[in-house]
């Protein structure tokens, strides 16, 4: 077989990051946040080149080791792929030029002891997580996704406990037991599968699976394992504690990327391995759990007194809405590929929006001190760019119309309407009205006066790339609505509903 | 003979489920460790009976001897707080959730019948549900698998179990050392502990004879379980354990350790994972692709590469260890300049 | 049956009844000091003749060398463990059984 | 042969099994520890066994590195155990 | 009764016994000690199963597999630990310290 080089360009954004993490490690101290700054370019260029790649030629395929699929494992790229690392690419870019301000000098002293540099030791633990969610939307075999999914939950768990509180650290060892069940739940499945199919590559799993009790059993493992990991109604437990105590680039990360790691794997399964016939009468199980969790999560936003933790709620509540994917997407037809195709484009939408407004809050916290929703118009004041991107990361993530969580939601809810699902469509627009009522209880800081000036309360200076970063990732998910209509021709190529000329193309 | 090793076969398992019941349900949690460290070895023991003799070797190394060293150390740590140590149910209170959401039972030095009723009715209906699907697989004689005896020729070693880990799928070892990566940075964040005088046991004479003697067995038996696994059970993973448990012996006992600076022990904890990083990239330079080696080369490579992990796991294994330890007499001073680019509280001073 | 097979067979007996011997004091003795003598004694021995008599199966010098490092080691690591726990027990201050205070 | 080495291999792990009931029973830390270390005794001798009762040896590999392995939980113990600790379950005294 | 379905059979036990143990032990270091449990329960299924023909060497994949598990496992027990004793180390840190 002839060695082309070019699909070699698979293995860069797992690659680049990683390494970078190592030397960043090794080095340390400055040199570590140099190193991330510098390895942003390259990690934004190679995702890059993979879409366009994929975008020209088709979907991509990678035997690592040069050992073909059931006896090796295959980095795989087709157009969902792509949009998740154009996504990953996105945030992580973002994040990273804003945590160069927030960790700057931000060392926390620790009961006496030698103090530590915070900044030093989040740019490895960031990298290999970069690293780790590109490896995971690249693989292409299901016990390297199980590898990968540790991989992420690991360096998730480090970056938690950054700060050292009591709380980050409880909360990071709830979510580490929740993600290890999941985990768990999910290698049972895989043992399940290589068992009764002996192989573990997803593509061969598609063609060779038939409908038999342990695949059933295996589906259901790796359902309710996943669920867990994305931390589904009511398997969200873990998740607000978590998301909520974190350094806020981190909760940025953990709320706009992570949990679609695991969410991915569950949409790729669902529709490119588990045969329709076991997938159909389980559709509604999720899609119901999924509206449950909007209306609870919209619920727990609403009375939220801390602003990252009504982040966080909001996250539960509009992670929801991805899971309505599983009971409106019919396999086979039109509407199916416009229900996946809308709610890949919502999630899209909802890292951005929701990863500006955790690195608001972050700035706030930055500033103030304190996130308390009750006193943030003292704070408004003096952070009118990062009360701007609130406002604009607020219309994308309520869903006004030229967002792209607008064509998202519009397009679910004809799916809802056509398919009859009456209960999901009021879902859809319950939890609309919802997020419009909680955000507003933000926004509204931003145009109240204060009351009582607080002179008490020492407001430290925020470096600007701060304040921009955010506001340009606020940005993004205004403008993703535009880009939407390319956004979904990308995500046609090689999806299940996609013409089957693909298959000939990686025989 | 059959029938003897049925009988075994039989009662090592039920030996397993319940060693593995009372490690739950025993009042005390020194007696469930201990339990929890017979329970690795009776999996080794069940490994062996299965024929895989790799995973022996590993369970045996990490499941019974390093696993277990971590329980116990981090249970003594929490007995730590000199005379006034906690009953077990105040550690139970102290270690359930604060604000407890998940569904668990009052904290009680015994879980009560009703506990143990839900227990035996999740437990079981699990167990039933999931033994109507392995069953059937079980008793199947079609037993799809990948085959992998062609390329065998060209895998450069002869342990099929090595030749799937470091040639067929590389990639998966290649992020399970960057996942032990992981754990070492975020054990050596949170190692910022208190530093406690422990008040052992202090190492005699005998204990530290016996580690000067045992040490260079520890190292032979790891070099030579090293050098077998291109072609029998053994490789870097079970030597590194080997060496980690090593290292976890002499960390213990009050002799004199060879101490490396600080950006050593980081250059060979990384030097593992960007050794086979190079390699991987190397194979893609050569007109190939990420992680392959050329065949009359995949030995050697192979070598090379098991050769580095074996230190570079080996150190991180006893990292993660220090991690888990209390900061005492050896801990503080490895431990807390750990993290990459600590700034010593004295130089801060001096410059502010 | 050749005398080897006689031999070996014998000294595996022996060693099986040592570790049952072993086993019976573990459980019966009364305290930690007497469990030690259980422990050691019967151990070390019991290991050493089905050593002894797996050696004159073995099928190569190395796996009889590999026998014999085995037991070495055993011995070496249970001598010291009992040590350590004998001398763990006296520094707690536990009292050894004697026949007074026993039933 | 195989029969006798199989038989006495089955004897031996009945013989642990039994031996577990003084890690059960303790009563203090020491019994337990000293218990586990019969296990890993036990458990090399079941491999030597194993190894020559399947031809396999490989498993001496096993038994080898039981050996060397089985002292680390002891002297962890032993090293890191607060002496006066008067907690239960774990305490060097028996408690009632 | 094969020693793969005996084998089989005691992976599914250890996987349900340790998953329960996890959501209905209070204390957290039995948590983590289930979370391992119910691994190794994984674990045994996946080389059980890798051996179901009795006169084919077993399967090579599923071993190396675990063997990746294994190590994961270990790596995940000890940030788990390293958590515990960070929390557990907290509170007596005020009163005394």
Known sequence: MPVTHADACLVWPIVAPLATALAAFVLGGRWSTRLGV?????????????????????????????????????????????????????????????????FEGSTTASRGQPQKDTGAQFWPLWLMLWSALHALFLSADIFNLYVTLELLTLAAI??????????????????????????????????????????????????????????????????VGLMLKTALFPLHFWL????????????????????????????????????QEFTRPLTLLPAVLGAAAILWGSMQALVADRLKM??????????????????????????????????????????????????????????????????????????PTTFFAIG???????????????????????????????????????????????????????????????????????????????????????????????????????????????QEAAP | MDSSLAWFDAILTLTLVVVALRVLFA?????????????????????????????????????????????????????????????????????AWVDDKLPTLRPRPSTPWTGRLAFGLVAGSVTAWMAAV?????????????????????????????????????????????????AVLTVSSLTAGSARVSKALPSGPVLTSFVRLILPVVVMVAV????????????????????????????????????????????????????????????????????????????????????????????????????????????????????????????????? | MSTNDLVSCVSLVLGAFFFLAGTMGMLRFPDVYTRLHALTKADNLGLGLLVFGLALQAESWLAVAKLFLVWGLVMLASTTCCHLVAQAAWQAGISPWSRRDGQ | MNVLILGVAFFLLVNVVAGLVRVWRGPTALDRMLASQLFGTTGTAILLLLAEGLSNPALRDVALVFALLAPIATVVFVRRWPLSSSANGGSFHEHE | MTPTLNYALTGVVLFSVGLSGLFFCAHLLRKILSVNMAGSGVFLVFVALARRQPDVPPDPVPQALVLTGIVVAVSATAVALALFRRLTHEPAEEPHG
């Open chain 1, 310 to 383: 009504l982040v966080a709620y909001s996250t539960v509540a509009q992670l929801g809405y991805l899971f309505l994917v599983f009971g409106l997407a019919r396999p086979g037809s039109d509407t199916g590929f416009a229900a996946w195709s809308a709610v890949v484009l919502f999630a899209l939408s909802h890292a951005c929006a929701k990863g500006a407004l955790f690195l608001a809050a972050g700035t706030i916290l930055h500033v103030a001190g304190h996130d308390r929703i009750r006193d943030l118009p003292a704070v408004s004041r003096r952070l």
């Open chain 2, 27 to 95: 009042q005390d949690l020194f007696q469930a460790i201990v339990l929890f460290i017979v329970f690795g070895l009776l999996l080794s023991l069940a490994w062996c009976r299965l024929g895989a003799v790799d995973v022996a070797l590993a369970e045996a190394a990490i499941g019974a001897g390093l696993t277990g060293a971590l329980f116990l150390n981090t249970l003594a740590t929490t007995r730590r707080h000199g005379d006034q140590a906690p009953p077990a149910e105040t550690i139970d209170r102290k270690g």
């Open chain 1, 38 to 102: 510098a390895v942003v370019p390259i990690v934004v260029a190679a995702t890059a080149v993979v879409t366009w790649r994929v975008w020209h030629h088709g979907p991509q395929t990678y035997s690592l080791g040069n050992w073909p699929a059931p006896l090796g494992i295959e980095l795989h790229a087709d157009g969902l792929s792509c949009a998740m690392l154009l996504m990953s690419a996105c945030i992580g870019a973002v994040v990273s030029v804003y945590s160069v301000g927030y």
């Open chain 1, 158 to 223: 480090g970056l938690v406990v950054l700060t050292g509180t009591r709380a980050a650290v409880e909360a990071a060892l709830r979510y580490l037991l929740a993600a290890l069940a999941g985990s768990l739940l999910y290698l049972a499945g895989v043992a399940l599968m290589y068992g009764a199919h002996g192989t573990l590559d997803i593509a061969s799993l598609g063609r060779s699976v038939t409908a038999d009790a342990s695949l059933q059993a295996a589906l259901l493992l790796m359902m």
């Open chain 1, 240 to 275: 607000p504690p978590a998301h909520g105590s974190a350094p806020a680039p981190v909760s940025a990360l953990l709320s706009g990327l992570v949990v679609k790691g695991s969410f991915y794997i569950l949409l790729r399964l669902w529709f490119d391995v588990f045969p």
């Open chain 1, 392 to 502: 604009v990361a607020s219309v994308g993530l309520m869903g006004l119309p030229p967002t792209a969580a607008f064509v998202a939601k519009w397009t679910l809810l004809r799916v809802a309407l056509g398919g009859g699902h009456i209960g999901l469509a009021v879902v859809i627009v319950l939890g609309g009205l919802l997020a419009a009522a909680y955000l507003f209880r933000v926004l509204a800081a931003a145009f109240t006066q204060p009351g009582v000036v607080d002179t008490n309360v020492s407001y430290r200076k925020v470096p600007r790339w701060m304040e921009y970063s955010t506001l340009g990732l606020a940005l993004v998910s205004l403008l993703l609505g535009l880009a939407s209509y390319p956004v979904i021709e990308l995500l046609r190529i090689g999806s299940p509903w996609s013409p089957p000329i693909v």
């Open chain 2, 224 to 352: 030579y379980v090293l050098w077998s696994g291109t072609k029998a059970p053994g490789g870097a993973f079970q030597a590194a354990a080997l060496l980690g448990a090593g290292g976890v012996l002499l960390l213990v006992t009050d002799t004199q350790s060879p101490s490396c600076a600080r950006y050593l022990r980081r250059v060979l904890l990384v030097a593992g994972l960007a050794v086979f990083l190079l390699v991987g990239l190397g194979g893609m330079l050569g007109a190939g692709r990420f992680l392959e080696y050329p065949p009359a080369w995949a030995g050697v490579l192979i070598t090379l590469v098991e050769t580095v992990l074996t230190v570079s796991i080996a150190l991180v294994l006893v990292m993660l260890f220090v991690g888990t330890s209390p900061t005492g007499a050896e801990g503080s001073a490895r431990a807390s300049d750990e993290t990459p680019g600590a700034t010593p509280l004295v130089s801060r001073e001096r410059t502010s």
């Open chain 2, 134 to 182: 392995v069953v059937p697989l079980a008793v199947s004689s079609d037993a799809p698998r990948i085959a992998i005896d062609e390329a065998m020729l060209r895998s450069g070693v002869t342990n099929p179990v090595t030749a799937v880990l470091l040639n067929f799928r590389a990639y998966d070892t290649l992020l399970e050392v960057a996942v032990l990566m992981l």
